[in-house]
């Protein structure tokens, strides 16, 4: 047996040595982010916090058969008991069917808020990033204007101006809402923003541009998958903190007013007994907390699985 022939026997061997390679599974940022968020304990707590408050504010029926709105003067501040779990108010109602369906119109407020702001903001941030020039400093310049004014305070400004008095149930989350998009939109336009500056001049951008792939299609397809992960961690926060400002417009007497029910409202009407019925102003306070920990502890989970340095 020659040389040669020795050689390619033994490359041959090599060869059947080598297994052959399977199919690879694909990965993308989303499926690392959830193989990192089902490993976070965090993660599920918050899951399980925000069920809770969400079926609260969808079926309350599941949590309670009373009427949230029957009083009786004659229960009048009464303290935790097996009729009433919770006590009573000043006014004789139900603190623990208060608290199960103020969650209604909190949450919606929050949802409602998050979601209009994100489609706002994106919308506003990606065109001006995309397009550059003198459309990017007219909406960048009209952003600065509404960031400068903070949330709370111009919520308190427009919704002292334009007061909702006898207005529907919905007209009023609305308003609520509305001034909330108003004044939120700014920062997720600036976020949004910086990262479509960050993702066009990369090289499949470019690629696809010199493709002729239309402009709507390059946002579509490769600008807005790789650009949105910063913006939907910050709106996951931002809904804990719409909650947290609907609540303190509402104590306030501007936002959501009675009979609409929310846990803003019932802090407002607790502080008229505060030192005699301490027992009125803790539990819708308890709710208004752990809901929006919820959703913090949500967005800081969101945050660290989208974050390739933290893995």
Request: proline share 5%; net charge neutral; aromatic share 10%.
């Amino acid at each position: 047996m020659t040389d040669a022939t020795r050689e390619q026997l033994s490359e041959d061997q090599a060869l059947t040595a080598i297994p052959e390679a399977g199919p690879q599974e694909s990965r993308s940022l989303a499926s690392d982010a959830w193989r990192a968020l089902r490993k976070n304990p965090l993660f599920w707590v918050s899951i399980a916090l925000i069920t809770v408050f969400v079926l609260m504010a969808v079926v309350p029926q599941l949590f309670t058969s009373k009427d949230p709105t029957f009083a009786d003067l004659r229960n009048s501040r009464q303290t935790p008991s097996s009729q009433h779990w919770f006590g009573t108010d000043v006014q004789g109602y139900d603190l623990y069917a208060r608290c199960i369906y103020g969650a209604r119109a909190s949450i919606m407020v929050g949802i409602l808020a998050s979601l209009f702001t994100l489609i706002t903001g994106t919308a506003l941030g990606i065109f001006s990033g995309y397009l550059g020039g003198w459309a990017d400093s007219l909406i960048s310049r009209f952003a600065d204007i509404f960031f400068a004014i903070p949330l709370l305070l111009g919520g308190i400004v427009v919704l002292s101006a334009f007061p909702s008095d006898g207005a529907s149930y919905l007209t009023v989350v609305l308003r609520v809402v509305l001034v909330m998009v108003l004044f939120g939109w700014p920062g997720i336009a600036r976020l949004m923003r910086s990262s479509v500056l960050q993702v066009k001049p990369q090289d499949y951008v470019q690629a696809a541009r010199a493709l002729g792939a239309s402009p709507w299609r390059v946002v579509r397809s490769h600008i807005l998958p790789n650009a949105i992960s910063p913006v939907i961690v910050v709106s996951t926060i931002n809904l804990g903190a719409f909650i947290t400002v609907e609540a303190a417009l509402s104590f306030l007497g501007i936002g959501l007013t009675p009979p609409t029910i929310s846990w803003g409202v019932m802090i407002n009407d607790a502080l008229v007994t505060l030192r005699t019925s301490q027992h009125i102003l803790l539990f819708p306070s308890l709710f208004l907390c752990l809901t929006v920990l919820g959703f913090i502890m949500l967005g800081d989970a969101v945050r660290d699985a989208f974050d390739p340095k933290s893995r």
